[in-house]
């Protein structure tokens, strides 16, 4: 412990490289200190280096990289998650506009398989006189997921930082997740992904969904893999209107990259709400109502035409 | 037993005695082995090539595997009908009935575990099932209790079948080296004894008490797999019952049918007769009605409020798209059935087979209507797929696996037709011998 | 207003087609990178150099991985060598200064940095520089939770108080930094500094209460990225609140509620149980039928 301490101090005042990566999961006993990169784990190399003051300093080499080198999550740890953590994600409808891009970003990593979306975008109207607006939708991953609850097999599966994941080396295939969402968020790989050779090799990762496999189901993962590396989920990048909040409901932050907010601030100022929340499956996904927009609806209807070949 | 027909012992083994297959019969096979093993390429090619070769697609992921499996499930409830349920009451008359249903049931229970492998998308994994196994799932409520079912039903038809092992052995020389090893391994031990039969006794009576619990779970816990779900069309509290009603009707008429081809097949119309068809029509109409009764409650609850979600899917099956298979499924698979069969006239065997045949047919197309119109109305709306992912057609590859899996059914009953007597031939002789001494008793009174 | 559609439609499928000519135009040739360096000075101690590799590929910028870049301090020369990266997935890559360049670097206030890439097979040689001039941050806090930055620049050997700088106060949050009030940015006065009320009541901190405040100039074309970090226990203290370990119908298989177990098996062993007594009375028999023939 002490000897943790002194490292951990040694840290903070060596500089910051490796600020934003979210701690791995291994169970240090001081996860959830601030500033808590503290599972970087010094290797006892020492490297020097010039200091802004123009001294050598001595730095361990462990806390020079930009992202630490956390070793690949093995299948038992990606079923627990990632601890302390509760991920939250915000969808400002005010700002879609039904580019897209988060869905071609997500296809584009996750090595989707042709024709077939994790991340969707719906034109919804929801009644006859009321305004129409774009929706984007991803997993919800649901505090109480009625895909995990009739799992046979435990494939998917709901984490402790409350991301659902599935496991497509131990899918069955049975489908009854699929019919099981009411959000319609799994997709099937109905034949082998049509995805390159290389990629189709790598063994499966739960926390990057990769390689999709025949004959199992597919679904957004909130991308726990940019995660651990202190990174944004692809969608939200992607977007360029900076519709995606995305953060951890633990720390009450969202962002999108560019504009932070808090949270319980945000949802109470805009008034957030969940998709169907009567069913009581209670997503992980808030939505902000598409009010003061910024693009109206009709901007959104020529990325339409692309896809109906 | 109400029909007087007085035979000598010895006619009646005769009539009974497992026969081999005529000319008719050999078609019947080969016609039964050609169509699965058609399947079984169609099969070979969803294994090759995955699931991609059905037109299952991400809304409607679930198909006719699906409907199929159900329509199995349902029949097999048909065992603990007639045998369970017949036999607990004392309805004597359903004796010669109780081994056909008994092996429709097994044969069923049969298919329907083997079609919902065939409708996995990675059945090489089948055993994770096992390993891995969540009681949380009602698909693991499903597989224990398939399983369970299946045993019972086995047991349900053992039992009563050893005291015709015996009967079969006797005649050693009819039966062909093979089949006498076979009766020998599975009954030789059947001495007849009084221990033997008293023991014999308690455990059939034992097994119709149990077969009838686990037959309400088996179908109810198969409607689960819909009614678990937030989906309009399947969720209802209703559907365990509706479920379970229907499986009955469809059973009873798949009786029907199987009584009319084997009492023709092996002319078997003194064991089988117009009495039974005029019993089971009446229990049809009964069964029938009650279907119907579980359908206006399905159906006439939710269109009168006609929810939003709801009202797509309700619209659909009354005006759209499934209309005309909707219809048909209420009509010919309840309501013309009643309307024949209330007659007296309409419970003489061929109209009751017709009857029995359009239940029968009307059950498939309405458990399809239960499975595939809901999948294709979700919550959110159907937008940016493939415009194959908006309809459900099967592909030929899913006709054939479906249409093999129920010539596998009939080919497995065919075939426990052929090893054993159809109509159980001891229960049988001892009615007989029962009937004999009333009449003697009777003519002695009479004097 | 269809008409104008129309138009529209006539004019962008013009530039798509022109555009798409220009993009064949690249295609047979090679692609240019665009290179942006980016200096950081992070707590004051070890300053680093972020290196984001960027190429236009059908209209738009992709992030290049696995480009060679050689960095160099003032001067491109193998004796001004910084060190040699590759970018990463992201078109990224960072690099400290070695302490082989303190003769160069410590004297100085005001720095080159340069990127040169030789080109490949794929990509035009080129070459990126920014220039900064040496500055720092300093945080502290005032007991009615002010939060106080000084920013320093290096004139000649002094470090000298900086006006007019933009600093943001923030709290260093999982992958953002959340303001700590509704304004994004304080100008520094004379003396170099700049303050802001933390108004973030109740965030949450770490399991003590704590969370880490960060002061920082972004971006600034003269000094680049500063930042300097407190830890104070201005936050709530974190509760770990989860219903991971609970059983639950949507937890593992090990954790199945009690109800439904109890439900599940004694349902299963009491039909189970009844099977085996029947299997084991067909043995019965079995033995039954066995001595009866040896007896005869």
Same mark, same amino acid.
Request: proline fraction near 5%.
């Given at each position: 412990?002490?000897?943790?301490?002194?490292?951990?101090?040694?840290?903070?005042?060596?500089?910051?490289?490796?600020?934003?990566?979210?701690?791995?999961?291994?169970?240090?006993?001081?996860?959830?200190?601030?500033?808590?990169?503290?599972?970087?784990?010094?290797?006892?190399?020492?490297?020097?280096?010039?200091?802004?003051?123009?001294?050598?300093?001595?730095?361990?080499?462990?806390?020079?990289?930009?992202?630490?080198e956390?070793?690949?999550?093995?299948?038992?740890?990606?079923?627990?998650?990632?601890?302390?953590?509760?991920?939250?994600?915000v969808?400002?409808?005010?700002?879609?506009?039904?580019?897209?891009? !988060?869905?071609?970003?997500?296809?584009?990593?996750?090595?989707?398989?042709?024709?077939?979306?994790?991340?969707?975008?719906?034109?919804?109207?929801?009644?006859?006189?009321?305004?129409?607006?774009?929706?984007?939708t991803? !997993?919800?991953?649901?505090?109480?997921?009625?895909?995990?609850?009739?799992?046979?097999?435990?494939?998917?599966?709901?984490?402790? #930082?409350?991301?659902?994941?599935? #496991?497509?080396?131990?899918?069955?295939? !049975?489908?009854f997740?699929?019919?099981?969402?009411?959000?319609?968020?799994?997709?099937?790989?109905?034949?082998?992904?049509?995805?390159?050779?290389?990629?189709?090799?790598q063994?499966?990762?739960?926390?990057?969904?990769?390689?999709?496999?025949?004959?199992?189901?597919?679904?957004?993962?909130?991308?726990p893999?940019?995660?651990?590396?202190?990174?944004l989920?692809? !969608?939200?990048?992607?977007?360029?209107?900076?519709?995606?909040?995305?953060?951890?409901?633990?720390?009450?932050?969202?962002?999108?990259?560019?504009?932070?907010?808090?949270?319980?601030?945000?949802?109470?100022?805009?008034?957030?709400?969940?998709?169907?929340?009567?069913?009581?499956?209670?997503?992980?996904?808030?939505?902000?109502?598409?009010?003061?927009?910024?693009?109206?609806?009709?901007?959104?209807?020529?990325?339409?035409?692309?896809?109906?070949s | 037993?109400?029909?007087?027909?007085?035979?000598?012992?010895?006619?009646i083994i005769?009539?009974?005695?497992?026969?081999?297959?005529?000319?008719?019969?050999?078609?019947?096979?080969?016609?039964?082995s050609?169509?699965?093993?058609?399947?079984?390429?169609?099969?070979?090619?969803?294994?090759?090539?995955?699931?991609?070769?059905?037109?299952?697609?991400?809304?409607?992921?679930?198909?006719?595997?699906?409907?199929?499996?159900?329509?199995?499930?349902?029949?097999?409830?048909?065992?603990?009908?007639?045998?369970?349920?017949?036999?607990?009451?004392?309805?004597? =008359?359903?004796?010669p009935?109780?081994?056909?249903?008994?092996?429709i049931?097994?044969?069923?229970?049969?298919?329907?575990?083997?079609?919902?492998i065939? +409708?996995?998308?990675?059945?090489?994994?089948?055993?994770?099932?096992?390993?891995?196994?969540?009681?949380?799932?009602?698909?693991?409520?499903?597989?224990?209790?398939?399983s369970?079912?299946?045993?019972?039903? $086995?047991?349900?038809?053992?039992?009563?079948?050893?005291? +015709?092992?015996? $009967? /079969?052995?006797?005649?050693?020389?009819?039966?062909?080296?093979?089949?006498?090893?076979?009766?020998?391994?599975i009954?030789?031990? =059947?001495?007849?004894?009084?221990?033997?039969?008293?023991?014999?006794?308690n455990a059939?009576?034992?097994?119709?008490?149990?077969?009838?619990?686990?037959a309400?779970c088996?179908?109810?816990?198969?409607s689960?797999?819909?009614?678990?779900?937030?989906?309009?069309?399947?969720?209802?509290?209703?559907?365990?019952?509706?479920?379970?009603?229907?499986?009955f009707?469809?059973?009873?008429?798949?009786?029907?049918?199987a009584?009319y081809?084997?009492?023709?097949?092996?002319?078997?119309?003194?064991?089988?007769?117009?009495?039974?068809?005029?019993?089971?029509?009446?229990?049809?109409?009964?069964?029938?009605?009650?279907y119907l009764?579980?359908?206006?409650?399905?159906?006439?609850?939710?269109?009168?409020?006609?929810?939003?979600?709801?009202?797509?899917?309700?619209?659909?099956?009354?005006?759209?798209?499934?209309?005309?298979?909707?219809?048909?499924?209420?009509?010919?698979?309840?309501?013309?059935?009643?309307?024949? /069969?209330?007659?007296?006239?309409?419970?003489?065997?061929?109209?009751?087979?017709?009857?029995?045949?359009m239940?029968?047919?009307?059950a498939?197309?309405?458990?399809?209507?239960?499975?595939t119109?809901?999948?294709?109305?979700p919550?959110?709306?159907?937008?940016?797929?493939?415009?194959?992912?908006?309809?459900?057609?099967?592909?030929?590859?899913?006709?054939?696996?479906?249409?093999?899996?129920?010539?596998?059914?009939?080919?497995v009953?065919?075939?426990?037709?052929?090893?054993?007597?159809?109509?159980?031939?001891?229960?049988?002789?001892?009615?007989?011998?029962?009937?004999a001494?009333?009449?003697?008793q009777?003519?002695?009174?009479?004097? | 207003?269809?008409?104008?559609?129309?138009?529209?439609? @006539?004019l962008?499928?013009?530039?798509?087609?022109?555009?798409?000519?220009?993009?064949?135009?690249?295609?047979?040739t090679k692609?240019?990178?665009?290179?942006?360096?980016?200096f950081?000075?992070?707590?004051?101690? &070890?300053?680093?150099?972020?290196?984001?590799?960027?190429?236009?590929?059908?209209?738009?910028?992709?992030?290049?991985?696995?480009?060679?870049?050689?960095?160099y301090?003032? *001067?491109?020369?193998?004796?001004?060598?910084?060190?040699?990266?590759?970018?990463?997935?992201?078109g990224?890559a960072?690099?400290? &200064?070695?302490?082989?360049?303190?003769?160069?670097?410590?004297?100085?206030?005001?720095?080159?940095?340069?990127?040169? @890439?030789?080109?490949?097979?794929?990509?035009e040689?080129?070459?990126?520089?920014?220039?900064?001039v040496?500055?720092?941050?300093? &945080?502290?806090t005032?007991?009615?939770?002010?939060?106080?930055?000084?920013?320093?620049?290096?004139?000649?050997?002094?470090?000298?108080?900086?006006?007019?700088?933009?600093?943001? @106060?923030?709290?260093?949050?999982?992958?953002?930094?959340?303001?700590?009030?509704?304004t994004?940015?304080?100008?520094?006065?004379?003396t170099?500094?700049?303050?802001a009320?933390?108004?973030?009541d109740?965030?949450?901190?770490?399991?003590?209460?704590?969370?880490?405040?960060?002061?920082?100039?972004?971006?600034?074309?003269?000094?680049?990225?500063?930042?300097?970090?407190?830890?104070?226990?201005?936050?709530?203290?974190f509760?770990?609140?989860?219903?991971?370990?609970?059983?639950?119908l @949507?937890?593992?298989?090990?954790?199945?509620? &009690?109800?439904?177990?109890?439900? *599940?098996?004694?349902? *299963?062993?009491?039909?189970?149980?009844?099977?085996?007594i029947?299997?084991?009375?067909?043995?019965?028999?079995?033995?039954?039928?066995?001595?009866?023939?040896?007896?005869?």
């Amino acid at each position: 412990m002490n000897q943790e301490n002194s490292s951990r101090r040694e840290f903070l005042l060596t500089g910051l490289l490796a600020a934003g990566a979210v701690a791995g999961c291994s169970s240090k006993k001081n996860a959830f200190e601030a500033g808590a990169d503290s599972d970087i784990i010094a290797t006892g190399k020492k490297v020097k280096l010039l200091s802004v003051d123009g001294d050598i300093i001595e730095v361990d080499e462990a806390y020079l990289k930009p992202v630490p080198e956390l070793p690949p999550v093995s299948n038992s740890e990606a079923r627990v998650g990632i601890d302390g953590k509760k991920f939250v994600m915000v969808i400002d409808l005010s700002r879609c506009k039904n580019l897209r891009k !988060c869905q071609e970003a997500c296809n584009h990593m996750h090595h989707v398989n042709p024709g077939q979306n994790w991340v969707k975008v719906y034109p919804m109207q929801d009644a006859e006189h009321t305004a129409p607006y774009w929706q984007p939708t991803t !997993c919800m991953h649901c505090d109480e997921p009625p895909c995990v609850k009739v799992c046979p097999v435990d494939a998917t599966f709901k984490r402790k #930082d409350g991301i659902v994941l599935i #496991d497509s080396d131990r899918c069955i295939g !049975c489908r009854f997740c699929m019919a099981a969402c009411p959000y319609s968020t799994r997709v099937f790989n109905w034949s082998a992904p049509d995805i390159p050779e290389e990629i189709a090799k790598q063994p499966y990762s739960c926390e990057s969904s990769v390689p999709q496999k025949k004959g199992t189901v597919g679904k957004c993962d909130f991308c726990p893999d940019m995660t651990r590396r202190g990174e944004l989920p692809h !969608c939200v990048s992607a977007c360029p209107n900076g519709t995606f909040f995305f953060g951890d409901m633990n720390e009450d932050t969202v962002t999108n990259g560019s504009d932070t907010f808090r949270f319980s601030d945000l949802i109470k100022d805009k008034a957030g709400y969940r998709l169907m929340e009567d069913l009581g499956t209670k997503p992980s996904v808030y939505y902000l109502p598409p009010v003061s927009r910024n693009f109206p609806y009709e901007s959104g209807l020529e990325n339409e035409t692309k896809d109906k070949s | 037993m109400e029909n007087s027909y007085s035979a000598s012992e010895e006619k009646i083994i005769q009539d009974l005695f497992p026969q081999k297959f005529n000319r008719k019969g050999i078609l019947w096979v080969i016609g039964l082995s050609l169509v699965c093993l058609i399947g079984l390429f169609a099969y070979y090619r969803q294994l090759r090539y995955g699931l991609v070769v059905t037109a299952m697609r991400d809304y409607a992921s679930w198909g006719i595997y699906i409907s199929n499996f159900v329509f199995f499930v349902a029949i097999s409830l048909v065992g603990s009908l007639i045998t369970a349920v017949f036999r607990l009451a004392h309805v004597e =008359w359903s004796t010669p009935l109780t081994r056909i249903s008994e092996m429709i049931a097994v044969a069923a229970i049969l298919f329907a575990s083997i079609i919902i492998i065939v +409708d996995m998308g990675s059945p090489e994994r089948f055993y994770n099932l096992f390993l891995y196994g969540r009681v949380q799932s009602p698909i693991i409520w499903d597989v224990i209790v398939i399983s369970t079912y299946f045993v019972i039903s $086995i047991l349900l038809l053992y039992y009563p079948l050893l005291p +015709d092992i015996k $009967i /079969l052995l006797q005649f050693k020389e009819k039966n062909g080296s093979r089949l006498n090893k076979f009766y020998s391994f599975i009954g030789s031990f =059947w001495k007849g004894t009084k221990e033997q039969n008293r023991l014999s006794r308690n455990a059939l009576h034992v097994l119709s008490v149990t077969i009838i619990p686990v037959a309400f779970c088996i179908h109810t816990v198969t409607s689960w797999l819909f009614a678990t779900t937030y989906r309009p069309g399947w969720d209802s509290t209703n559907f365990g019952a509706y479920f379970i009603s229907g499986a009955f009707l469809v059973g009873a008429g798949s009786v029907i049918v199987a009584m009319y081809i084997l009492r023709n097949a092996y002319s078997l119309e003194h064991y089988i007769t117009r009495g039974h068809f005029e019993k089971m029509g009446r229990i049809v109409v009964l069964l029938a009605l009650l279907y119907l009764y579980f359908n206006v409650n399905e159906y006439l609850v939710p269109a009168f409020k006609m929810k939003k979600s709801e009202d797509a899917h309700l619209t659909g099956l009354f005006a759209g798209e499934f209309a005309p298979l909707f219809w048909f499924a209420i009509l010919v698979g309840m309501i013309l059935p009643i309307l024949i /069969l209330i007659f007296r006239r309409g419970r003489r065997p061929l109209p009751a087979f017709i009857a029995g045949i359009m239940v029968v047919i009307g059950a498939w197309f309405k458990r399809y209507l239960i499975v595939t119109p809901t999948l294709l109305h979700p919550f959110l709306p159907m937008h940016n797929v493939p415009e194959n992912y908006r309809h459900y057609f099967p592909t030929w590859e899913e006709w054939s696996i479906a249409i093999a899996s129920l010539a596998g059914c009939m080919l497995v009953i065919t075939i426990l037709c052929r090893i054993f007597p159809i109509v159980p031939i001891q229960e049988t002789l001892t009615e007989h011998h029962h009937q004999a001494i009333l009449t003697e008793q009777n003519h002695e009174i009479a004097k | 207003m269809r008409s104008l559609n129309r138009n529209i439609a @006539f004019l962008a499928s013009f530039v798509f087609f022109f555009s798409s000519l220009v993009v064949f135009a690249q295609d047979s040739t090679k692609n240019s990178l665009n290179i942006t360096l980016s200096f950081y000075n992070e707590n004051n101690k &070890i300053p680093y150099l972020g290196v984001k590799v960027k190429s236009k590929i059908d209209g738009k910028f992709k992030q290049i991985s696995s480009i060679p870049l050689a960095l160099y301090l003032d *001067a491109d020369s193998t004796a001004n060598l910084i060190g040699k990266v590759v970018t990463d997935d992201n078109g990224q890559a960072v690099a400290s &200064i070695p302490p082989s360049l303190k003769g160069k670097w410590s004297p100085f206030t005001k720095h080159d940095f340069i990127a040169v @890439f030789d080109g490949d097979k794929k990509y035009e040689a080129t070459k990126a520089d920014v220039s900064i001039v040496r500055a720092k941050i300093s &945080i502290d806090t005032s007991s009615d939770k002010k939060v106080l930055a000084t920013v320093y620049e290096l004139q000649d050997t002094n470090w000298v108080p900086l006006k007019g700088v933009d600093v943001g @106060f923030t709290i260093r949050r999982m992958d953002a930094y959340l303001n700590i009030n509704e304004t994004p940015t304080f100008s520094t006065d004379s003396t170099g500094q700049a303050s802001a009320d933390f108004k973030r009541d109740n965030i949450p901190g770490d399991l003590k209460g704590n969370i880490v405040l960060v002061a920082k100039v972004d971006d600034n074309d003269k000094y680049g990225n500063l930042t300097a970090e407190k830890i104070v226990p201005w936050g709530s203290k974190f509760v770990a609140e989860n219903n991971f370990d609970k059983r639950t119908l @949507f937890a593992t298989r090990n954790k199945a509620p &009690i109800w439904l177990l109890i439900l *599940a098996y004694s349902i *299963a062993l009491s039909v189970w149980g009844t099977l085996l007594i029947l299997i084991v009375n067909l043995i019965k028999i079995k033995k039954l039928g066995i001595q009866q023939s040896s007896t005869h």
